[in-house]
Every structure is written in structure tokens, then in C-alpha cells.
């Protein structure tokens, strides 16, 4: 049964919840700012995807017919610069990188989009958005031989951050090498240099600049114009804000009607990057934790406030998940009622910018309602339906309760000496042996997860 009250989107563009109208019937169109892949996803990507994993979720739980988007960026100079330190082909990375993405937002219980784009895919695409670009004298081939964006030529550039152009332009150099007209000016189409992967384009060969991806590739699939757009808050500035100026200066029309962004992942108070050095692969928690738990720490707090990781709150997270799977053993054999709703109450958070958070809390009451009714033998079977149907919705409590606490029994300590026994058998070429110890591991239900780095596991039971 369709969800027929307003939802209430918080829409980063006007700083404000906006009642959200799609542009067409009940179709939405929806473009999410995939990863860059040159390494293993860390705990703020997997806050992205699930974020948005949400937003289609309830869109779809509406009864709007969803396109969802989101693109891998396949080629860049952190991919080049790390297959070159590993020896092998950048496809071949970028091969190995979205398998390891997809097994951790598999583990993440997130839906897999309508489409996933590919940038190398998508060549013509940009090259077409660039070279209108340049026919409106809206960039222009530098001496070096690169293609840039004349940001100054974009009337509406910093609407989306709320930044002032003449205030970025303040303390900026332009160094003797640089031949940009503006210092704000950014790449559009760079030249190849040589042994780099390249396309040929009417400025020569080359590849493309990042922004001017996203831009081609979400008109490519969603129109000129689409409903939403969305990504973490570092991108708002500049991905976003140069996506906006390359498809509106391209297309003269509105690129999305609302923008959202998720807030940063922190740790001791600092966002978590790669750049800074203080991230946490999502591996690493799996090693630690099951992959639900990282589900449901991000789901406890607001999509645009910051989220505060550290190991106390996984704790948390956990316990947390074991009540409500103690409510799932009780529950787990009872028949289905198809024709019962959503709690009014969870509703109610949803449509009011997805606000998990009280999502979360109606399912903890609805635990602790039903647990409280069994025990003095009333009918509970709406409010057990009424259960299953929220945690299907936040894509938590999906494994069996068996699954959940055989996994809290698993040995971790005795998990990673087994990994360590099978890695120096490989290194012994000892391949029967290593294959018996994955077997074992098998057996115990954990699946090993190999690459270039080493090897993780994950419970499957």
C-alpha cells in the first residue's frame, strides 16, 4: 500500500526540508557519487551507501518507481599511481577494488542500484559535454594542452556551498608552470603523459578531469534535469558545486532539484580520510564485529549530523542488535499478516528527512511491546508483522537468530591463526594444505576474502 503523506527532504541547495514533488508522476530519478576505486572502502564510504541505501529504500517503501544511480571512477591519478606501485594494470585494480566493494556492501545489507556507470565506459559522453562547453566559450584548451572550465564565465558557481568567488580567488598564485587564465579554473580533459591510459578526444590524447564524470554520466542515464543528487558533505565543495556549473553551462537548465549530504565520520573529533591517515577500512570492523552492527551504528544517528566512531559505540550497536534478535527467535516461526503497515510513528521519522534515529527507536519499542505481550499470552501478530516490515525497511535483524548467535560463538583469536597458517602455506606453495585449511574455515562458516593486501573474513552462517 502506497505512503501518501508528504516526505520532507532537507535539500542542501535552499538549506531547508522541502516538501519533495518529483519531476515526473511517481517516477523518481536518483544520482549518488559513487567511489573512486584505487583501494578498500573505509567506515565513511560505507556511511554514503548506506545513507543512500535508506533513501532508495524508502522511496521504493512509498511505492515510487526509483532509478537509482551511482557511478565508480575507474580512472584517476590515484588508480594510476597505485597500480603502478603494485606492478599491474589499472583495469586490473579497479577490477579487484569493485569486487572487494561489492562483497563489503553485500555484508552492508545494501540494495544494489538500478544502474552502476563506470567512467571509462562513459568516454563519448564526456567528451560530447566538454566540447559544448567549449563551443559556448565556456572553457578552453590551455597551452599545456589540457581542457578547463572558465569558472568565472558561471554566473551561479558557489550557490551550492555558499562560497564567494572573489573570496576563493583571495591569496590564490598562480605558479610559473600553471597556464590557466584563472586560478579557480579547473580541469575539464587533462593530456596523457606518457605510458598512462588515454582516449582520443578533438584536444588530443588524454582522460578526463573528475568532476565532468559525474556530470556526464548522470545526464547520460537520468536526463538533463533529475530529482536527486547526493554524496557525502565533502563533496558538496568542489565536486558538486563543479558538476552544477559543468551541466547547467552545458544544458542551460537546472542539473537536480535537491541535493543531499551526509555528514562526516569522526575520529577523536577529526573527519575520517584517507588523507589524514585516521580512517578505518570497513574489513577492519568486520574483523571485529558482524557487518550489521556497522549497519546499525550508522542508522542511530542522523544522516547530516556527524558520527562519532570508536569502538564503544559498535559495542553498542551490538548489544543493541542482540535484543532485538532475542525478539526474532521468539517471533521467527510466526505467520505473516501482508495487509499491516508501518508503525504510523516510523512513518512519521521517515517522511521527516529520513530520520532513522526514531525509525530505530519504534523498532526497539515495538521489541520490547511484543516480548512484553507474548509473555502474558496476547495476540501480537500486528505488531509482530509490524516488526518485521521495519527491520526489512532499515535492512537490520535479516539473518535468522541461529545465524546471529552461532556467529557470537566464533573464535576470532582462533579464525585469525588459521588465516596465518593458511598464508604461510601458500608462501610454502603448499596448496593442498592451504586449501584444507580454508575448507575448515569453511566448515565453521567463515568465507575468506583474498587480495592483494592479504585476507579477511566474514561469518556466512
Given amino acids: 500500500m502506497p505512503i501518501t503523506e508528504p516526505l520532507y527532504i532537507y535539500n542542501s541547495m535552499r538549506r531547508c526540508k522541502e516538501d519533495f514533488v518529483p519531476l515526473e508522476g511517481n517516477k523518481v530519478s536518483m544520482y549518488v557519487c559513487g567511489v573512486t576505486v584505487y583501494d578498500h572502502c573505509h567506515v565513511g564510504h560505507a556511511r554514503m551507501m548506506v545513507v543512500f541505501d535508506l533513501v532508495y529504500r524508502w522511496l521504493q517503501a512509498r511505492g515510487h518507481d526509483v532509478t537509482y544511480v551511482r557511478n565508480f571512477t575507474d580512472i584517476d591519478d590515484k588508480i594510476i599511481k597505485r597500480a603502478r606501485e603494485r606492478n599491474i594494470s589499472c583495469q586490473a585494480l579497479t577490477k579487484e577494488m569493485i569486487a572487494s566493494f561489492y562483497q563489503d556492501m553485500d555484508a552492508l545489507n545494501c540494495l544494489r542500484p538500478t544502474h552502476e556507470p563506470r567512467a571509462t565506459e562513459h568516454m563519448s559522453a564526456m567528451i560530447r559535454m566538454i566540447k559544448t562547453l567549449v563551443d559556448k566559450d565556456l572553457a578552453y584548451q590551455s597551452n599545456s594542452g589540457d581542457v578547463l572550465y572558465r569558472v568565472r564565465k558561471f554566473k551561479k558557481y558557489g550557490q551550492l556551498s555558499g562560497k ?16 590557466k587564465e584563472d586560478p579557480l579554473d579547473f580541469v575539464l580533459w587533462k593530456q596523457s603523459k606518457e605510458n598512462e591510459p588515454s582516449w582520443g578526444s ?10 565532468i564524470e559525474c556530470s556526464a554520466m548522470s545526464c547520460e542515464h537520468l536526463g538533463r534535469t533529475f530529482d536527486i543528487h547526493g554524496g557525502g558533505m565533502d563533496l558538496k565543495f568542489p565536486h558538486h558545486e563543479n558538476e552544477i556549473a559543468q551541466a547547467e553551462g552545458a544544458h542551460s537548465q537546472t542539473f537536480a532539484n535537491y541535493w543531499i549530504h551526509n555528514g562526516f565520520v569522526n575520529v577523536n573529533e577529526e573527519k575520517m580520510s584517507k588523507s589524514l ?28 549530523s556527524p558520527l562519532d566512531f570508536s569502538d564503544q559505540a559498535l559495542e553498542a550497536g551490538k548489544e543493541g542488535l542482540d535484543r532485538l534478535y532475542a525478539t526474532k527467535e521468539r517471533i521467527e516461526s510466526m505467520e505473516d499478516l501482508s495487509d499491516i503497515q508501518l508503525p504510523e510513528a516510523s512513518i512519521r521519522a521517515m517522511n521527516d528527512d529520513f530520520n532513522t534515529p526514531q525509525a530505530l527507536a519504534v523498532l526497539f519499542d515495538l521489541a520490547r511491546d511484543i516480548n512484553r505481550g507474548l509473555d502474558q499470552d496476547h495476540d501480537m501478530q500486528a505488531h509482530i508483522q509490524q516488526f518485521k516490515q521495519l527491520s526489512h525497511l532499515l535492512g537490520i535483524v535479516q539473518q535468522s537468530a541461529q545465524q546471529w548467535f552461532q556467529a557470537d560463538s566464533l573464535d576470532a583469536k582462533k579464525i585469525e591463526e588459521l588465516i596465518a597458517q ?40
Fill in 277 to 304: 591517515d585516521n580512517f578505518f577500512c570497513i574489513g577492519e570492523v568486520y574483523r571485529q564485529f558482524p557487518p550489521e552492527v556497522l549497519r546499525i551504528f550508522i542508522l542511530s544517528t542522523h544522516y547530516r
Fill in 202 to 211: 578533438p584536444w588530443g590524447k588524454g582522460r578526463p578531469g573528475w568532476h
Fill in 422 to 461: 593458511r598464508q604461510q602455506a601458500r608462501l610454502d606453495k603448499d596448496f593442498q594444505a592451504a586449501d584444507r585449511i580454508r575448507n575448515q574455515l569453511t566448515e565453521m562458516g567463515i568465507e575468506i576474502l583474498d587480495d592483494a593486501t592479504g585476507s579477511r573474513w566474514r561469518s556466512i552462517q
Fill in 164 to 179: 564567494n568567488i572573489d573570496d576563493l580567488q583571495s591569496g590564490k598564485r598562480i605558479a610559473v608552470s600553471e597556464d
